[in-house]
């Protein structure tokens, strides 16, 4: 079936630093979301983008959270700087329509901020 | 169950038995959607109910959705081993991001 490939799997950083993680969504798909999970928690909606632009935002998403996606290359989030309460799995998802469609995620790719 | 005040809910069953889960929101939604995620992996979605359906089956899955109390099931029967899994419900706030439950642990043994 489809897939949403995260890279890294895993990274680990200093706090304070600068971390961007790379997300290819399906191939066709127009709707890109990023969400949070926090080990054995829910998964928390961070980021809606469609058309080049942030469509919904959580209180989750904070100042120091930015997405994009440049012509044909990945949908990033980039976190600067980074806190130890980052520390969580981040998954990256896509969807053809909006949120009553089904949403593919990608497996992930686990931030340890240290 | 899922949502408002409840805590993740963890359930231990025999490979063969059916289970149940619940959910509950609280804003209007369009649809309800069912994920399963696995240990390690990202969610896989599982089923899909519209807000004018009241019952979806696909294969041992079976989704009801009563928007009415604005609460859904999800109910896999004869489980297997492989069904070992959190199970969340989400749902898209009239047309927006998906938001998901707090889950329901599945834990079934061989």
């Known amino acids: 079936g489809p897939k949403v490939l995260q890279i890294p799997s895993h990274q680990i950083i200093d706090m304070g630093q600068m971390v961007t993680l790379n997300c290819d969504p399906v191939?066709?798909?127009?709707?890109f979301y990023w969400y949070k999970q926090i080990l054995g928690q829910q998964m928390e909606f961070l980021v809606n983008f469609y058309n080049g632009k942030v469509m919904e935002k959580s209180k989750l998403f904070k100042d120091q959270f930015s997405v994009e996606r440049p012509d044909g290359s990945y949908f990033t989030l980039k976190i600067q700087p980074t806190a130890l309460e980052d520390s969580a799995v981040y998954f990256c998802?896509?969807?053809?329509?909006?949120?009553?469609?089904?949403?593919?995620f990608g497996k992930g790719t686990r931030l340890t901020v240290v | 169950s899922q949502w408002g005040e409840e805590n993740l809910q963890a359930l231990s069953i025999q490979e063969g038995e059916d289970v149940t889960m619940n959910c509950s929101y609280k804003t209007y939604t369009t649809v309800v959607q069912w994920y399963r995620q696995k240990s390690g992996k990202g969610p896989a979605q599982l089923i899909l109910i519209r807000s004018n359906e009241r019952e979806k089956r696909s294969g041992r899955l079976r989704a009801t959705l009563d928007t009415s109390s604005q609460s859904s099931s999800l109910s896999i029967t004869g489980t297997l081993a492989t069904d070992t899994a959190v199970y969340f419900c989400?749902?898209?706030?009239?047309?927006?991001?998906?938001?998901f439950g707090t889950g329901t642990t599945v834990s079934v043994s061989p």
């Open positions: 191939s066709n798909h127009l709707y």
């Open positions: 998802a896509s969807s053809s329509d909006r949120g009553n469609t089904e949403v593919f």
């Open positions: 989400a749902t898209d706030q009239g047309g927006r991001a998906l938001i």
